[in-house]
């Protein structure tokens, strides 16, 4: 059974809040579709789409146009299924195209309050981005590990500590 690791950072930086949460499967020869709404319990599975994959070979994509219709097909489906418009997914990329490294970001943190805010944090992922790519590659996102902050390591969540002079983060960057 398949199970998503959610990095909150990276979900309040880049999916619009919803009581719903959508994933997508995009596979050399099937598209998957799944809306689930959170429970106390877990994940109730309220839509599931599913279309044929025309347009990849090997998990790279080939014929953008019939790579689309097969995303729309599956995305249409699921939506019919919960009855509702799906507005952000997280999206499953496989491939020997996907790259993966770790990298590291060092800031100083720029608040005259000196404790460390949201955007020292995003400052921060963003200086993790900021490793050489291929002309060929493309980052797709960062996943923050951790932090450093003034040599302590293991901080899961450096905003509000005080009083730091630099922060690290250790993170996971994706390229394709």
């Known amino acids: 059974m398949w199970s998503p690791v959610v ?11 919803s009581k719903y949460v959508t994933a997508l499967d995009i596979g050399t020869t099937k598209i998957c579709c799944v809306v689930g709404e959170p429970t106390e319990r877990g994940l109730n599975i ?3 789409g599913e279309a044929p ?13 019939k790579t ?6 599956a995305v249409d489906a699921a939506q019919r ?10 999206v499953g990329m496989a491939g020997t195209h996907v790259l993966s490294q770790n990298s590291h970001g060092v800031i100083a943190v720029a608040r005259s309050d000196r404790e460390i ?3 020292d944090v995003t400052r921060v992922i963003d200086a993790a981005r900021a490793v050489s790519v291929p002309n060929d590659r493309e980052i797709i996102h960062v996943v923050p ?4 902050v003034d040599g302590q390591e293991g901080v899961k969540d450096a905003v509000g500590m005080s009083p730091p002079s ?7 960057t994706r390229r394709a």
């Open 7 to 17: 990095f909150p950072t990276f979900q309040e930086r880049c999916l619009p809040r």
């Open 46 to 48: 309220i839509g599931v």
């Open 53 to 65: 994959s025309e347009g990849l070979r090997r998990g790279v994509v080939v014929n953008m146009e």
């Open 68 to 73: 689309v219709r097969g995303i729309t097909h």
């Open 81 to 90: 299924m919960c009855g509702h418009k799906l507005e952000a997914a997280y």
């Open 117 to 119: 805010g949201h955007e």
């Open 145 to 148: 590990r951790g932090y450093v």
């Open 166 to 172: 630099r922060t690290s983060s250790s993170a996971f």
